[in-house]
């Protein structure tokens, strides 16, 4: 039988990771969740620019710059194109739209036939 007492641990600091400033695709989709094909298309359609959001490695491999992503996420074209401007000018429009439709109908129904 054994009469070891139990001894408080030392407690041990928890490691933290840094990420280094230039990252490959594959690390880059976990740190900002787009898939590395969608990493490509942009890169590919011209909407992250060289030397900004991404460049070559010496070795040829494409390497994403965490701050450059960054600065895109949070940049003003960011709140140009966000999805919920681009419904906002599309409700409008549709808007415009069906009033124009239903002044055709109310004329159509008032003189039998459509102003042109």
């Not at 990420?19 to 969740?33: I, K, Q, S």
């Not at 992250?48 to 494409?62: F, N, Y």
Request: glycine residues 8%.
């Amino acid at each position: 039988m054994s009469l070891d007492i139990p001894r408080p641990r030392a407690i041990e600091p928890a490691i933290v990771v840094g990420t280094a400033r230039y990252v490959l695709l594959p690390l880059a989709n976990l740190l900002t969740g787009y898939s590395v094909k969608a990493m490509e298309r942009k890169i590919e359609r011209g909407d992250w620019q060289e030397g900004k959001v991404w460049r070559r490695a010496p070795d040829g491999r494409i390497v994403i710059d965490v701050l450059g992503y960054q600065r895109w996420v949070e940049g003003p074209t960011a709140a140009a194109t966000s999805p919920s401007r681009r419904l906002e000018g599309r409700k409008t429009q549709l808007r415009v739209q069906m009033d124009l439709a239903l002044k055709r109908e109310k004329e159509i129904k008032s003189n039998g036939k459509t102003k042109s």
